[in-house]
C-alpha cells in the first residue's frame, strides 16, 4: 500500500509526463503606419518540435489600447512546424507592439511584427523576443 502511495505522489507532483511551460513573446515598438492608419500584423512560427498554445494574442498602441484584432489563426494549437498570424487595423499614426503567451511542454517559436500603410505596403518588420530570458 505505501509503495502505491508513493509512486502515485511522485507522479503527481511530477505531473505524470512532461510539465507544461509559458512563455512571453513580445515585438515592437515599430512605427509604420501613416496618419490614416495601416495594418498590423503579428506573425509566429513554431520552430520547436512540439504544439503549442498562444494562449494571449495582443497588438498594443504607444496610448496603451489594445486593438481588436481583425484576423486571428492563433487562436488554436500550432503544431511544431506551423504558423499563424493575427492582425488589427490602426487607425492612425502609433508605435505598435505585439504581445503573446505561449505555452506548452517546450515552446519555441519565432515571429515578427510587421506594419503595413493603408495600401498594404509593408514599412517595418521587427523581430520577436522572449522576454523571459
Known sequence: MNK???VFTIATLTGFGSAAHADIYAAGPA????????????????????????????????????????SNTCNVPVAAGDN?????????????SCRLFVSGTDPQISGTLDVQNPIGTVRVV???QNTNH
Open 4 to 6: 502505491l502511495f508513493t
Open 31 to 70: 512605427y509604420g503606419a501613416n496618419p490614416t492608419g495601416g495594418l498590423a500584423t503579428c506573425r509566429v512560427i513554431n520552430v520547436g518540435t512540439t504544439s503549442v498554445n498562444i494562449t494571449l494574442r495582443q497588438i498594443i498602441t504607444n496610448t496603451n489600447s489594445i486593438l481588436p484584432l481583425s
Open 84 to 96: 499563424c498570424a493575427f492582425s488589427a487595423p490602426v487607425g492612425g499614426n502609433f508605435a505598435l
Open 126 to 128: 521587427v523581430p520577436m
